[in-house]
């Protein structure tokens, strides 16, 4: 059971003060019922918001496709960011939703964002080791011995202490390849090339654990299931319909 006007606030349509007026104009009803005051408590599902069901009243998960060029801060100082591709409603939802784990303002690909802090801490926590799949093109042609370089899990990044996790390294054409990473450091696959000589061009993730992309265009999102990650970030049956490898 939740406060009226805390539902309404929390889920994005107004806020706790406007909620009051919401209420008074017969916008908000309790199973089929006009809503009484703001302190009245309902469950969601018992609550229809001008006839409709509340939105997502249990917390949201995307799949978004990041286009270039946007940050994930949500600090409007950075510039132009990928909050502003959502629907206003979810941009003023409390929790905030929020990207789990960061691509650069440069690289594209495969971002997950939601309002629910223990998904962000679990996927982001480098002891599940959920992999990651980035696809990089370099300005040098790529050399064999790189492969084990990033395997090795000793390659020590510029004022680090810790070494990287092994990475696997699958070159896919002379300056082309694909990083499966572990873990999520700052810029850690520019900065991996970049140990090894060579200069990203350009960068796009195609995977996160079992989740690819598909043909999904830049800009777009489509929604998971809340438990489409287990305890350790692996897929759930939940999951099936949007998994599309085993990760
Ligand atoms: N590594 C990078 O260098 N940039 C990203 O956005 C993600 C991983």
Redesign the pocket.
């Known amino acids: 059971m939740r406060r009226l006007d805390q539902l309404l606030a929390n889920l994005g349509y107004c806020t706790r003060r406007e909620a009051r007026d919401w209420i008074d104009d017969g916008r908000v009803t309790v199973q089929g019922q006009p809503a009484t005051g703001v302190a009245q408590k309902a469950a969601p599902a018992d609550v229809r918001i001008d006839g409709e069901p509340p939105d997502h009243p249990d917390g949201l998960l995307l799949l978004l496709h990041k286009p270039l060029g946007l940050v994930c801060s949500h600090d409007e100082r950075e510039g132009p960011n990928i909050y502003s591709l959502l629907p206003e409603r979810w941009r003023r939802r409390n929790p905030v939703v929020t990207s789990i ?7 594209s ?1 495969l971002l997950l964002l939601t309002d629910q802090s223990l998904l962000v801490h679990r996927l982001t926590s480098p002891k599940h080791k959920v992999p ?1 799949v ?1 696809r990089a093109t370099v300005d040098r042609d790529l050399t064999p011995e790189l492969g084990p370089l990033f395997a090795a899990g000793t390659l020590l990044l510029e004022g680090e202490k810790d070494p990287c996790a092994p990475a696997i390294l699958n070159i896919v054409a002379p300056r082309e390849a694909e990083l499966t ?1 572990t873990e ?10 970049s140990a090894g000589g060579r200069t ?1 061009l350009t ?1 796009h ?1 195609t995977r996160f654990g079992a989740l690819e992309l598909g043909a999904l265009a830049p800009g777009q999102w489509r929604e998971l299931p809340l438990d489409a990650f287990d305890r350790d970030g692996g897929p759930t049956a939940g999951s099936a319909d949007v998994v599309v490898r085993p990760a």
């Open positions: 784990g960061r691509l650069d303002k440069d690289t690909g990651k980035y990473l999520g450091r700052y810029h850690q696959v520019r900065r991996m090339f990203v960068l993730r």
